[in-house]
């Protein structure tokens, strides 16, 4: 982060602790961080991945902001690399994680193919369909398929 950067954000945690800024200034600024973290990083070729539940602190009206990620790289041998890659830059910018299951996915970028399958042994299946849903948010022009075979 720039120091401009950082300087912005202690100025406004300095005005909501002395009073002068509202609880409101700070939701905004919970909802950028999230905003800002992108849905779907997936690589090329077939690769294990994770879904993950991405959430701020709770706000004081009770709310807990939160979105669903997913991340797959071919460089990790396990979930587990994937996730604490994730979780622990994520936690550098003050938001919480959560894996939600895993699974395996193959992209097929020449053919616009995409297949989500098999599930995780650390963190059990991944929610298959959600996981299509969130590609489709970045690959729309892509045939996603789900399957319960294969790990």
């Given at each position: ?32 961080k ?16 994770v ?31 994937i ?32 297949k ?36």
């Amino acid at each position: 982060m720039s120091i401009c950067r950082l300087a912005a954000v202690h100025n406004i945690l300095r005005k909501i602790v002395s009073g002068g800024a509202s609880c409101r200034t700070f939701a905004k600024m919970v909802d950028a961080k999230l905003d800002a973290v992108p849905v779907v990083e997936i690589d090329e070729g077939i690769f294990k991945y994770v879904l993950i539940k991405v959430y701020a602190k709770e706000q004081a009206d009770g709310t807990e902001p939160s979105k669903l990620i997913v991340r797959g790289f071919d460089r990790a041998q396990w979930h587990s690399d994937i996730y604490d890659e994730v979780s622990s830059s994520l936690m550098g910018l003050g938001l919480e994680t959560e894996c939600l299951g895993g699974g395996r996915i193959e992209n097929r970028p020449d053919l616009k193919q995409i297949k989500v399958y098999g599930y995780s042994q650390g963190y059990g299946k991944a929610d298959h369909l959600e996981t299509r849903r969130l590609l489709l948010t970045k690959y729309a022009d892509h045939n996603i398929s789900c399957s319960d075979e294969g790990y």
